[in-house]
Every structure is written in C-alpha cells, then in structure tokens.
C-alpha cells in the first residue's frame, strides 16, 4: 500500500501515521521526491482499509498494491480452476457449458417443455427461478419451493442439472436437494450476510453474479467472502452493468470476462439475457461470449414468450435458442474450448 | 401505459398484443399517426410489467405513464409524511433532523463519549453500526449485539433516539428492544425478502438507503414493499450513487432530495459521510442538504478518527460537528425547517 | 411523440399546449385513461424537442415514438449501405476490414516499417495520428502535417488505404490530399460545427467515434448532421463508454454494434485499443467483434510500444498484431463476414 | 509517479523499465515489500503519461502522485484568484455572482425585457446563446452574429455584462466586441484545438462548462490547456454529469465546487438549469449551490418559456426568478458570500 501526504502534510503528520503503522506491526519504505512525500507499507495489508488511513491529517491518497483478495487472486492459484457440477458437467477448462430455461419456473408442462428442447439444443444445465427477486411488490414473486420441486423432477428426466436463486439464509436446507448450483443474484453480490452462509453451509458451487454497479474488485471480493467462509467452488457471472446507455437494459461488459482471467483462477460465464434485455441480441452476444473465452452462458428461453411470466422480452423461443446452440457450433469447430 | 409498435409491425402482430390485454380486462385507446402504430393501455396496470409486453413480436418499446408504486406517491397522498420517532422526535415537515454518531460501534466509553457531544451540539438520534457490512471478510464486522446494548445504554443517558443497520431477517427479534429506527443499508436495498419481513414484522420507523446505482424509481419501488407488507414509516436517506467521478467516493445526487419531493410524500434526509467520503467536505454539504430542502441528516463522527475501527476518513471530529451544527443553526434563521 | 400531462392539470392547461401544437400544424390524438391525460402528437415531429414541450405547465413528461433522425435510420433505407473507400476497400456488407497503425505518425522509417509489417498481416487501411487531441497541454501533440505527408507515402509503397484523426475545419483542405477517410474523434463527437463542415467540404468516408458518453441515439444524430450537410458516407465505430468501472480505460459496449444495426443501415466497426487501453485484450475483443458482427476493427499497432511516443499501454506489437490476424481468419472460416 | 510491476515480473524488466526513466533524467527510489515490486520516479512528471509507462512489460500499474496540472493547481497558488469582468464585476472571493438570461437570444424585445428584469432582481451578467450547439441539425441552431448585438446592446442598457458560447475558433474575433466572457460548452471542453486558440487570442475571462462525463482532473486539465496558452482568467462551471439516473436531465455534482477549492484557485459557478433539466428544481438547487461555497450561477430565464425557442423546459419565468433572487438574499445575512 502506498501512502501520499498532502504537499503542506507537516514532520508531525508523517509520524503520527508511520507510528501507527509501525505499532501495527508494519514497515515503512519511503519513496518521497523533494515535492512529494509518499512511502510504501510493507507487510500483509489485506486488513488494512485505505480509506481509514485517509482519516489521519496530512493523508492525500492511499493506494493498493495488492489484491485485496486472496484466495480467489491468480497469484494465490496459477492454473484455471475447474468445477465439478457433476458426474459429467464441469465448469472451466476447456468446457463451453450452456445453461438454460425459463426466467420463472411457471408449471410442470412449461418446465418440461423447456427442459426437453435445451437439452436436444444441447444445453447441459437447466436454469429456472422458484424465488424472484422482483422490483416491483405487485409483480410474480415466483412459485416458491414448488418451482424447486418441478425444476428437479424436470430436469432428472433429461439428465439436465440445476440452478436456481436463492434470496435468503434461511431457504438453504430446503434448496440442498433439489439443486446443483446455488445462484447468488445481482441484488445480492454484497448481502455479505448470505455469502457467508451460503459459504458455510453448502458444499456444492455457487453461481456469483456480478452487482449492475459492481467493480471487478468488489465481485472477486464477494467470492472470497464465500471462499473464506469454506467453499471454493465458485462460478463468477457477468450479467451487465449499469450505465447511462437505456437503449439496452444493461451494458454487457465484455472486457470483464478477460480482467477476472487475469486477476482470478475462478471460471466466468456470461448471461446475456440480462445484459441486453432484448431477445433480438441474444444468439450475437453469446457468439461474442465464447469468442472472447468466456466458460459458458446462462441463457433465458421460453417456448411462448409473448405470455412467460416474466423476463418475456429477453427470452429465446425454442427455435431460436436451437439456432443459436448451432452458430456456437460452428464456432466451436475454430475455438479452443469445446461446447 | 403507452405501446409503440416497430414501424414494420403487422397487423397480426397488433391483434396479438391488444387481445391479450382485452382478454386481462385492459381497455385500448388507439392512438396511432399515419407512421406509427401506437396505443394506450387502459386500468390499473401497476402489476403490468413494460418488459414483459416487450416479448410480444411487433412491439418496439413500451412508456409507463403512471407510477408503478401506489402508497409511496404523491398522488396517492398530498401531504407530506411527518414520522413520530418517540415522544419529542419527527422526521419530515418542519424540522430538520440530525442524526450523528460513529461509523462502528467500538466500546461503551467511546459511544458515551459521543452521545454526550453529539446531544450537547444539538443532534436528537444516536447512529452506529453493530453489525458492519465490508466488503473485505478480513474487515472488522461490528461487535454485534454486545453493540447495540452500548448503543441504547449511551443513548439513553442522553436522551437520544437509536438508528442502526439491520442485514438479516433473522435479527429483527434482536433489533427489536435496542433500536428505535432500523437501517437498511445501501447494499441491501433490493433485497426484496428482507424489505417484506421488515415491514410486516416492526412498527418502527425503516431508513431506506438509496442503492449506489438505484434509480429514484427503484428506490421509491422499495419503500413501498415495506409499506405493501404493512409498515408506513418510510424514511428515504440519499446517500451519493455510483458514477465514473472518483475524487469523491460517491456523487452525492442532491437533486434526488427534490425529485422524492415532487413523487413522494416521504421525509427524506441525507448522509453526506458516505456521499463524499471526505470529511472536509461534510460541513458544506451539510449546509447545502439543509439549503435544498432536506428533512435532515445521517453523519458520522468519532473523537479519533485516525484510530476509529471504520470509515475514519470521512469521520467528522466532535469540535467539527460542533461547529457544523454552529453554520447550521445560523441557516435556521432564514429557513422554513428548523433544526 | 406522446404527451402525458401531470395527475392535477387542469383543462386550461391541456388547452394551452394543444392549442400551440394545433397552430404548428399537428394533429392530436388522445389517449387518455380515467386516471392519466395522454395524447399523441401527429405529424413530422423531427423539429420538436421533447423538452421544450415540457417547458408547458401542468405537462409531466414527453415521449419521442419516432427516431429524430431521419437520413442515418434504418426505416428510411432499409439495406445495409456499403462504403467504398477505394478501388478494392469496402465498408459495410459482407467485408470485415481491419484498419491498423500507430496512435501517433512518429517518423518515416517508423511508419514505414509498421504499414509494411500490417500490410502483410491482412489489414487494408493505415491508421496513424498526426494531430493527436492529448488531455495534457505538455504532453506530445503530434507531427501535424508532416505526419500526414508520411502516412500518405508509406501507405501507398503498401497499397494501404489512409485514415487520420482531424481536430478544426481549418485543417479539411490541408488533410485532403492525404487521407482517404476523416477521421472524428470522441471528444469531437458533438462539436458540431466541425460536423456540419466536414459533411459539406468532403465527400471522402468519415469515421465517426462514439463520444465517451454519448447514447447511441445522439451519435446517430451526429452522423445526421454530417449526412444533412451532403455527405452520406460515414461509418460508425464504437470506442468503448466511461463507466463507473476502472480497470480497463472505458468499457467496450459490444451491444452497440447490434444496437446501430437494429436501428440505422450505416456500417459500424469496433476500436478495442481505446476501449481496453490494455494491449493483453486487443485480440481477444477482436474476435468478439468479430463475432458480434461488426464490420471492422481498427487497431493501434507499434513495433516498439514501450517507446512509443503514446498509448504504449494499448498497442500491439507487430507480431502479437499478425497473432491476431491470424486468430481472426480461424473465424472467418465459419462466420458470414469475410476478412 | 508510482511504479507497481507485476507479481511475476522478472529483474530485466524492471531494469528495462527503470533504465529508460533514467535515460530521461529522471530519479528511482524503490519501495518494493518482499510481495511486491514498487518504486517511485522522482522528477517533474507532468510530461509522463502513466498509461505510456504502462506499456512496458512486467509494469502492473502506475499511479499519479502530484497533480498533472500546475498553473491551475492549488499548490501553484495558494490564494483564491478573483477574476476581474469589468468595473463593477468581480468572480470569486466573497462575492457571490448571479448570471441570467434566455437559452438562446430570440430577438430584441424578448433580450431587452430580460435584461430590465434580471437587472432589476439583483443579476450582474446577462447569458444568451448566440449560435446553440444543438443534438440535432434539425433544431434552430441560434441568430448567430445578430444575436450577438442584440445582447451586447440590450446589455449595455442595463449596465449588464455578457456571456455567451462560442463554437469555433474561426469567430474568436467576431466574439471580441461584444462578449465580457467567453462560455466554452460542455461538449467542447475537450476541443483542445479550441482552448489553445481561445487562451492565446483573447484576455478575457473564459467560462469553461464541465464536460457530461469529465473527471474533475479533466476539467483541471482544459483550464490548465487555455491558461498554458495565455489567458489565466478561467472560470470553472459544473453543469451536471450524466449519469445512469434519468429523472434529472443530468446529475448536479455539488462535491465538484468542494473538489474544485481544495484542487484549483480558480472560482466555480453552477448551473443549476442544465443540470436539472427542470424549472422546478431550480431556485432549490441554486439555494443549494450557494450554501456550499459556489462563487455564482449561470440560469435561464425567460418571461414565456412555453414559446421560448430552446430549454424552455428548464427556464425560470422572471418572477420565479426573482423570488429565488430574494430567497438567496435571505441567505447571504447568515453566508460569507455577498449576493
């Protein structure tokens, strides 16, 4: 971490800080030019908050110099790190894992419908919501642990695993059976308190999607929230972020899937039915996806869009999802990861 | 709510969308140009979502023309709201309101400390956090309960009012005896479950933080989950939004403050602390919340906030908060509100 | 475009705006629920300005149903427009062109050597700046005309074609012999003075960039301005948003490219060395580009960047460029677009 | 300037790195942990662009530690500089400087009935726009030069001064006669071709608007552009960012007159017109404004802003504005400023 004083910081600011630091255990490297005072701190910094150092007088900027993160830093681990779902269902490596279904879970026929045609598309993963977290109180809140009951049942017909989102602490005993993947929302990357539980409690993967305001930093933090807490079988998931474009929903940040490359081991999939918010740009942006080497999509299909409970708009028919699982094959055909 | 059909719409397409909303007991009102198709949609289309219509083929883009919340507006209720905190404390109408105290709760001593200068400066409510959302699990989390009893004790000796962070639905039993306002953190402010539980389960008064990237809407869609689950006491607190500026830590959105005014009747305050992230800059923006017409403000303080366990840099020292209760007081005279 | 009055206007104030549109010539057509007054405006509406409209008491809000753009939009010409720049180079249809040089023209033996080396990777087009827009006053603002005098040079010994950023209308003479497309920066994407002059002193292509913030809707009416000024030729290229994220330069909004398909005929390629500002993303985004669809890429390239004279951070070594030439034609094999 | 490399770095690249730093002069001091390579360059830095130094191989990172600006800082002047428009008219200090006026001049009549009333409310300097930037090509684009005088003498009638926008340097000495003060507008402030001319050719004051999405540093750096050029009579103004939020036309950033007087000498007004996009918020946000330390505001106003020909949407009608004229009145009895 480094720290710079303000051009006017005085002999007794400086060791009013360097005292602290050095009470703490730390060491002091300094690094000042006759016109700026900085010096670095030597030591392990990851409890240190920079803002709390900016509370000492004198303080200018205190900057990072390391990952605030460690377990889930590609320093910490070099090589990518692959998740096992299930027998054969693998997240990472050289996998493209394809997850799909509806937005809510609306009935048992519904479900099976969707389930049966992702499959044949070759999707390997079903994903569904039984809890939904909706703006508005007035909206479809999901069918509850119903929804759950109909995915799995679904689902084990057409050897497809599950996902689905969990809101809150107390559903994590009645999810365990009937899922294999826990998806931990967007509103939810920094409800510290589920991460924590969900890190405690369960061993299978969790399905980290990035906040619409999130820093890459903020997100690998979440996981490690997760990881610190005793699971490191987590997926991170770019969904979008907001900014001031609204002609789609979101903006797919697609250069996020090659900073978590970068910084992370964890593998990174993309869902770019929220990011766009139109179905018209979903086959596109999930061409992009595998192209910039994201490990898979999660994607929202319906058989009858125009009356899905929900998330209609971004929606895939069957048809359209099939057409898009066969442009990624053609690209599969060039690329090094294999759908 | 309005519909806009794409210009190659056909008219199949339109008889599509029109049945289906006659068939949900909506009336049509045509009213098209010669090169847009357009229509308005008749009743109350509050559980209507506009992207869901946008699943339907043919449809270009869908303008709600009415407020998708009901108890939080204006048109539902002129007058504006004045919340009873306890016998001699309200929030909203005439008064401006000060709630002042540290980023954590660290020990009995300190928050005496504090509680004694902040009422002797002229603050009514006792802010402090006992349970710390981080975004680093290697950050201090709060002491947990053990701070909430500092908190009321402190409190009560000094006959202030007790607002502090809630993060789970499973503590609200706990919160119960110890606060007299429940905090909802920025971070949380979309969790959806946790807003239900809230406000079916307590009467008291809920601080709703505006998210860091939350439109007004949103933000005003998450009151009134709280009200629609049966608690009207709905404090809005701006508390600055993310933007691409990072001199500051956060873009304080003063103009929020007027907008919840003209849609809202909900007293709404802010907290310039974690606006700006600065303390030198709380006093000013303290003066001008109070300037633009604010039902009050959440600030931080601490006696050391070189040593304080959280968000020192954007502590104000107790002589600092004293004197911005000074330049405030002098505002009083010329203002409506009185402090 | 649609009107929605406030809940309380009365009827004089109805009558005043309808009043004031009937006397421009337009057409009303209500819409109005029992709850909301709603009208539509028929007629040309590209002259109205939706704010102005709210400039009427009693008026909430204003809604454009049709695109205030009318030369650029996809409604008005329905087929993809295909540029050619020269003999063999086309923009647009079923061609992926690669534009590739330095960010800034340094010397005659520099260029040379670059437009050779991207020549023979597959590019078409030199890029190069020779009036550079720099943040800093002290920071190196380019060769001006004699760097264009070089580009021109080099790029005929390889039969490349020339694009190069111009800064003042001032310049248009002077950069016409020596370039074969205009090219207008970000910062200059509403300079429309600039627009208007360039649209009617030229007829060469003009590469319109994307502002930092602009929506898609303002950049397309930036490229009305220069085709209402005369000239029709002008392709679109996306350079990546300012974000609230920081770890890359801007963030690449990838779904613009689908956006200005959906909505305009005109040819719209990427630049993800701006959009990145890190050269260990180029390739990889140009494959997703690539795959999105785009019609083009242009990119920085340095056979030295740690000694280029600027955007280092971002440039391509010449191999690492042939890399990802290569990478792309792998694509080629399977997608429409032809490299 | 701080150096962080990477974790895997290897000692030719740091020696690489470090040895062109030295070549050009400049000083190493190293502050490398037994984790981490760091190392400051000591020198004057304002030549060096980190994201240049970011290009060599093996560099992590680089990080400012002294402002990229020097005759706009703060540490190059202590004191607040007050910028003389003429005789009586002073900007900056403790005077508090209100200028009013149309959007866009319209005629005679309509400019004179203005400047009699704003005159008479307590406004110094008269604002009209001559020739608009305006989003479209289809919009009235400004009287032009008949606009111009029609200010200046309506102005000199009422012993008012002028501001108005220029748009290209090729008017810089048609604007000479008549304006008191150049506005530069937001979408040009980074015509850096335009700040060099405007700082070499004219003495008066420049107003220089923030750009929609310019960090302060930015805005910093543009002043530093005209001031390096000759002319140190900037006046800074924060007009509103754009943001994700949609209400307000753009985002008032009230900490940017904070940031402003800790960073700059320079004075900083606001205007509250375009940054709210809506009349309602304006005498509110001007109260605002000047409760927090701004040096003045720049409003529109017009006596019919239904039939004004631009922005009536967010123009005050003369008697609104003098009751905000009379409200700041009230609170300059108990502000440092005078009004």
Not at 287 to 306: F, Q
Request: glycine share 6%.
């Amino acid at each position: 971490m480094i720290v710079q004083m303000k051009p006017q910081a005085s002999k007794e600011q400086f060791k009013r800080i360097t005292d602290f630091l050095v009470a703490k255990g730390f060491g002091i490297k300094d690094a000042s030019s006759e016109t700026n005072i900085v010096f670095g701190i030597i030591g392990d910094t990851k409890s240190l908050n920079p803002t709390d150092l900016e509370a000492f007088e004198g303080v200018f900027q205190v900057t990072r110099v390391s990952t605030p993160y460690k377990l889930a830093s590609r320093s910490f681990k070099k090589e990518d790190t692959v998740i096992k779902v299930r027998e054969n269902i693998f997240i990472g490596g050289n996998q493209f894992v394809v997850m799909a279904g509806p937005c809510s879970i609306e009935s048992f026929e519904n479900t099976e419908e969707i389930a049966r045609a992702v499959k044949a598309s070759g999707a390997s993963i079903l994903r569904g919501g039984a809890f939904k977290p909706r703006t508005s109180p007035y909206a479809f809140q999901g069918m509850g642990l119903e929804g759950l009951k109909i995915m799995r049942e679904d689902a084990d017909k057409y050897d497809l695993a599950v996902v689905s989102e969990i809101m809150s602490e107390d559903m994590i005993e009645a999810f365990e059976p009937y899922v294999d993947i826990y998806q931990l929302g967007a509103r939810n990357m920094q409800n510290f308190h589920l991460l924590k539980q969900l890190g405690a409690r369960t061993k299978k993967p969790i399905l980290l999607k990035r906040g619409l305001s999130s820093t890459i930093e903020e997100w690998l933090m979440s996981a490690e929230y997760i990881m610190a807490s005793g699971n490191e079988n987590v997926i991170l998931c770019e969904r979008g972020i907001r900014t001031f474009e609204k002609y789609t929903r979101n903006t797919l940040d697609i250069s996020a899937v090659l900073a978590v490359k970068e910084l992370s081991h964890l593998p990174v999939i993309i869902d770019p039915s929220h990011a766009a918010g139109k179905y018209s740009m979903i086959e596109k942006l999930s061409m992009a996806s595998y192209a910039v080497g994201a490990d898979g999509l999660i994607v929202e299909v319906h058989p009858d869009p125009e009356h899905a409970l929900s998330d209609g708009a971004q929606s895939l028919k069957l048809e359209k999802f099939d057409h898009m699982m066969q442009e990624l094959t053609k690209l599969s055909k060039v690329l090094d990861k294999k759908i």
